[in-house]
């Protein structure tokens, strides 16, 4: 197989946004307990923060953390988290039947917030509560004194407030498993007023509506256009959630997941342009992609315990990621940064424990997933500007999206430092890809660096006793000659290049 790519600093896409590299912590199996939280464990910190995860967390490179929840924050009750935490009670969690002990709520997470570097994105209960509760957190969190919960939240001993920006208007309310699932009527109407309502407490903060929980919904489409007719002078952002596994063995589909991706944020940004046109409004509304990873939600790990089952901190979602999956996340994040005009921000979900990067050992280490190593190597690399490419890619069959290119890239230039990076997958099952590069309008340029993760075997997984022996790997065959870059890239393989 041979790929031609011709890149040119004049096709720009927009520019990279650090947001792009969001992740997300719900109270959700063992990410908040046992993952960033564990009081006692060798590396927590005095206010129980597990020093070795948050090591991990700067290495990922996470720009924003999306919190609590998730189909968690469709029953939350989040004053139950604030405040001495032996007065804190102990709730049924009913989204994965679980016991919520709120040892761990809105300050402790705002301090780990602090600690490690992220921005914060808040979501509101729409599921069991509504406009009144989302105003009192709001005025926990970024009023700043002299009203009922601005001075609990001082009393709890923060002085400043938060001033939190990005702020999700609940969770996934399309979805009939969610607590207070609603119709697209029911929900555009909540949000609409919850939004205009919290914009009087404070106008400075950034909204997001739910979109869809995935293309493949009934109400797709229709949803989006019925929740931003009624919300559109009101938010910021319409939210996108997508999952991928490989399915019945079919890897070729699995590797043009970002296919699905691409499509899903064309339809939403068409939707969204389409309400502006009827209601004849200037400003555009853009896309948190606040939920996307891998995950094989049959497998048992996803099925949460049943009767009178109502554990703390419970085994769940844990999957064990291989090669395969880890180029498709990494194609997906090529897809996230192709879109960048559109796509404003996005979070992997999740980022410990629960289909995460990041795993820990209960009272052990903490180690990492393959999925990792594409993420990092991205949000580390990708700065500047996002390139449209043209490229000429042979293709594959696929059973669920046709013919698709195998070659999946994109390119990042920063016109401060000069540096051009490349981010490729090669979905090729079988095949490798002789990559040819046309460096036109960058005239000089050498390889700085090269990686690629691969293996004979895609299905390699990392796990806490080895995470280290499949890692990204220098691509020694990445060459530049007369303004021509040169790569090979082996099948079911996800490379950076940084010129
Ligand atoms: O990330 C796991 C779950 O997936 C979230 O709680 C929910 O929003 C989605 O369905």
């Not at 290495?59 to 032996?86: H, I, K, Q």
């Not at 919290?198 to 995935?214: H, K, N, T, W």
């Amino acid at each position: 197989h041979a790929a031609t790519v011709t890149v040119d600093p004049a096709f720009v896409v927009g520019p990279v946004r650090r947001r792009t590299f969001g992740t997300f912590v719900e109270h959700l199996g063992r990410c908040v307990y046992t993952g960033i939280y564990e009081p006692g464990h060798e590396t927590a910190d005095a206010d129980g923060f597990r020093g070795d995860v948050l090591e991990l967390t700067r290495e990922l490179g996470v720009s924003t953390v999306r919190y609590p929840g998730g189909n968690f924050v469709s029953g939350y009750r989040w004053e139950d988290a604030v405040g001495p935490v032996d007065q804190r009670p102990r709730r049924l969690d009913l989204a994965w039947h679980s016991t919520e002990p709120n040892t761990f709520g809105v300050d402790e997470f705002m301090k780990w917030a602090q600690r490690s570097g992220v921005e914060p994105m808040m979501a509101v209960n729409l599921g069991t509560r509504g406009i009144q509760e989302a105003l009192d957190l709001l005025e926990y969190c970024n009023v700043p004194g002299g009203s009922f919960w601005a001075d609990q939240r001082r009393a709890n001993g923060v002085e400043d407030p938060y001033r939190i920006r990005m702020w999700c208007l609940g969770n996934e309310m399309d979805g009939p498993w969610q607590i207070g699932h609603k119709t697209a009527q029911e929900y555009a109407r909540v949000a609409a007023e919850t939004a205009r309502a919290m914009r009087m407490v404070d106008p400075e903060i950034e909204l997001v509506a739910c979109g869809s929980s995935s293309s493949s919904m009934p109400t797709f489409g229709e949803w989006e256009r019925a929740v931003l007719t009624e919300t559109y002078e009101h938010v910021d952002y319409v939210s996108a959630h997508a999952y991928y596994f490989e399915e019945d063995g079919d890897l070729a589909s699995f590797l043009a997941s970002s296919v699905d991706m691409d499509n899903f944020v064309a339809a939403v940004a068409a939707t969204a342009d389409q309400v502006r046109a009827a209601r004849k409004l200037d400003k555009r509304i853009h896309i948190s992609f606040d939920e996307w990873n891998v995950w094989y939600q049959q497998r048992a790990e996803s099925q949460p315990p049943k009767g009178d089952d109502w554990p703390v901190a419970p085994v769940l979602l844990e999957d064990k990621y291989n090669v395969a999956d880890a180029v498709v996340v990494g194609s997906l994040l090529i897809s996230l940064l192709r879109n960048t005009d559109r796509v404003h921000a996005a979070s992997l979900a999740q980022l410990v424990n629960v289909i995460a990067p990041i795993m820990t050992e209960p009272g052990g280490p903490a180690w990492k997933q393959t999925v990792f190593h594409p993420f990092a190597l991205t949000s580390a690399q990708a700065k500047g500007e996002v390139l449209r490419l043209a490229v000429e890619s042979p293709v594959q069959e696929t059973a669920k999206f046709g013919e698709v290119p195998v070659l999946d890239s994109v390119a990042t230039h920063d016109p401060e430092t000069g540096d051009l990076v490349l981010f490729a997958v090669n979905r090729s099952v079988t095949e490798a890809i002789a990559l040819d590069v046309d460096l036109r309008g960058f005239p000089g340029l050498r390889v700085a660096e090269a990686v690629t993760l691969a293996n004979p075997d895609h299905t390699w997984q990392a796990t806490a006793a080895d995470s280290t022996s499949v890692a990204p790997q220098p691509n020694t065959s990445a060459k530049v000659a007369d303004d021509r870059a040169r790569a090979e890239l082996p099948p079911v393989s996800w490379s950076m290049v940084r010129l």
